[in-house]
């Protein structure tokens, strides 16, 4: 029997049983992989665990509203795209959706093909679009090959190393905080553990590696933000 390989991973916020399970079915049957749940507590749990392309958001649940939900993965540094699929009509609530990070506003009742076609469009487009090489200055990583070359010369790189390279690269030009970077990199959800220094120390040695004695940085520390990849200036 062959394995189903799925091209992406979507996380369904819904309470309603029976959307909740329809949207299931026929995302799956699309080719995708669906974490559907219920509750923000839930969501929340899913986002600090795996890494999910696109995130299909209810508004009204039972332990939070979907708003302040979207707000707050917004506020840890996620670009994850966000489609909000809610009863609410007025154009107060779908302002403060995209005003508080969200990519589309879609209304029940729906067509689901049209959900399909928005996810499509936000998935080829958005931060969660399945890049495979990103190229800063004179730097290429290629996540296929799990390569990183600066010109012609091929940077030897720890799994870690690579994995935090490739997740920087992914947040397009902006900073990348040490707290995303443990739950995301290091896969470290405790408070109560602090990672600082064990990142700093990777991206240390990371920006060793890149700059091979040269004084051409493309890993820089944005003060009390975290990190990002972009040219020198």
């Known amino acids: 029997m062959n394995e189903r390989v799925f091209s992406h991973t979507l996380l369904v916020v819904e309470d309603n049983t029976s959307l909740r399970r329809s949207l299931t079915n026929g995302l799956s049957d699309l080719g995708y992989r669906v974490m559907a749940v219920a509750t923000v507590a839930e969501a929340r749990r899913v986002l600090s665990k795996e ?5 299909v958001l209810d508004l009204g649940l039972p332990d939070g509203d979907g708003q302040d939900f979207l707000r707050e993965i ?11 699929l809610t009863a609410r009509t007025m154009v107060d609530e779908k302002v403060r959706a995209f ?43 290629n996540a296929v090959r799990r390569e ?28 990348v905080s040490r707290q995303t970077l443990a739950r995301e990199v290091w ?6 553990i602090s990672m600082d220094n064990v990142i700093d120390v990777t991206i240390s040695r990371l920006r060793e590696k890149l700059n091979d004695g ?17 040219e020198s200036s």
């Open 51 to 55: 890494e999910v392309h696109a995130v």
């Open 74 to 84: 917004r506020e840890t540094g996620l670009h994850t795209p966000v489609i909000i």
């Open 99 to 141: 005003d508080g990070g969200a990519d589309d506003y879609l209304v029940k009742p729906f067509e689901f093909q049209e959900l399909a076609a928005r996810l499509r469009a936000r998935l080829r487009t958005g931060e969660g679009a399945l890049e495979v090489e990103w190229i800063i200055g004179d730097v290429v990583i």
């Open 148 to 175: 990183v070359r600066r010109g012609s010369r091929i940077i030897e790189c720890t799994p870690r190393e690579f994995d935090l390279l490739v997740h920087l690269a992914r947040a397009g030009g902006a900073p």
């Open 187 to 192: 896969k470290v959800t405790s408070r109560m």
């Open 214 to 230: 040269t004084d051409r940085t493309i890993l820089h520390t944005v003060r009390g933000l975290g990190f990002v990849l972009r």
